[in-house]
């Protein structure tokens, strides 16, 4: 499973910044502050790499095995 650290802190702080959320200079606050942001479900317009995240997250979550594919 992908660790919620895998999210670009800028795109963190971004995203704290723009729901006037304080930003954090300790990156394990701003991590845990969104987490629990996620664990809420109240997100709306969320950064690309985030939404990439939950819908990671999820699928591990519930074991979905995706097939490899080769380009």
């Known amino acids: ?3 919620i650290l895998a999210i670009p802190f800028n795109d963190v702080i ?3 910044r723009s ?3 304080d930003t954090f200079s300790d ?3 701003a991590y845990l502050k969104l987490w629990n942001l996620i664990q809420a ?3 709306t317009n969320i950064p690309l ?3 990439d995240w939950i819908i990671a997250y ?3 979550i519930q074991q979905v095995l995706l097939p490899q594919y080769k380009t």
């Open 49 to 51: 790499s985030i939404a």
């Open 14 to 16: 971004m995203f704290l």
């Open 19 to 21: 729901r006037d959320i």
């Open 27 to 29: 990156r394990e606050q």
């Open 41 to 43: 479900d109240t997100l």
């Open 1 to 3: 499973m992908t660790s």
């Open 58 to 60: 999820n699928l591990a």
